[in-house]
Nanobody, 128 residues
Framework: QVQLIESGGGLVQAGGSLSLSCTTS????????VTWFRQAPGKEREFVGG?????????????VKGRFTVFRDNTKNTVNQTTVFLQMNGLKPEDTAVYYC????????????????WGQGTQVTVSS
């Protein structure tokens, strides 16, 4: 069974930092790009940032560029598991949302409809 499991969400003050992780299992995710999306109450799901299957290419939305970093670790896990991290610095109240990780083959795209697998989401709340 394919699974993506997010963890690391919580409550933080503005200007603080959080690190989210997305652990994949159930198939060979080393060929998959993993991307973070977020959805705030009453808003559409939006692209945050992602990393290609090799880790050689990353992309970010303008709203988080320079503050958030996506990286992955394929080395510590089994062939059927990988972990992707979202390091969030300089958090702002407008970053408050449920954060989801998603996976698709090879490359990062901003279109959420192009992803095959999704996690259940983790809440991030930034207080002012």
């Amino acid at each position: 069974q394919v699974q993506l499991i997010e963890s690391g969400g919580g409550l933080v003050q503005a200007g603080g930092s959080l690190s989210l992780s997305c652990t994949t299992s159930g198939r060979t995710f080393r060929s998959y790009a993993v991307t973070w999306f977020r959805q705030a109450p009453g808003k559409e799901r939006e692209f945050v940032g992602g990393i290609s299957f090799s880790g050689g290419s990353r992309g970010y939305s303008d709203s988080v560029k320079g503050r958030f970093t996506v990286f992955r670790d394929n080395t510590k896990n089994t062939v059927n598991q990988t972990t992707v991290f979202l390091q969030m610095n300089g958090l702002k109240p407008e970053d408050t949302a449920v954060y989801y990780c998603a996976a698709r083959l090879f490359t990062v795209v901003a279109d959420s409809g192009s992803y095959d697998y999704w996690g259940q989401g983790t809440q991030v709340t930034v207080s002012s």
